[in-house]
């Protein structure tokens, strides 16, 4: 009989959570015109295998190391001249460890991820907070550049 005992295992997986896309419009006024600013945001999980599988009565060090990250498009428009879009990303909004292996914990994982939803949303939010100077200066640039033109 052969025992095989994973030594320091470290396999990593990315998983697409398959929850629900968030989403968030938001009108900025300027004195271009309004901007429409549509974001979309949607999570990835990671996955890192680490410890040891238990050998012959020897308890196992097994566990999940799981991270969940963000990522936010933006599409902003300003009337019919001006189109912008951006891309954000937000590494370990959420994270945690589950005993056992990965690949038997994935929807368990994504059952936390979706209790943990309002968390996701917080954190989306405040990445469109911070996006809204970056809008405004991108309005005027272009505004600028429209006038240099």
């Not at 969940?68 to 937000?90: D, I, P, W, Y």
């Amino acid at each position: 009989m052969k025992t095989f005992a994973f030594a320091g295992i470290a396999a990593g997986l990315v998983l697409s959570a398959p929850a629900q896309a968030m989403e968030h419009k938001a009108v900025i006024e300027h004195p271009v015109g309004p901007i429409a600013a549509d974001y979309t945001g949607a999570t990835r999980v990671e996955m890192q295998q680490i410890g040891t599988a238990g050998v012959g009565g020897r308890p196992s060090s097994l566990r999940c190391q799981w991270s969940v990250s963000l990522s936010v498009e933006r599409h902003a428009q300003v009337g019919a001249s001006l189109q912008a879009k951006r891309s954000m990303t937000r590494d370990d909004v959420i994270k945690g460890t589950s005993p056992g292996w990965c690949s038997e914990r994935g929807s368990g994982i994504d059952q936390i991820v979706e209790a943990r939803r309002d968390e996701l949303r917080n954190a989306m939010m405040a990445m469109v907070a911070q996006d809204r100077d970056v809008i405004l200066v991108e309005a005027d640039s272009a505004h600028a550049k429209q006038r240099v033109g």
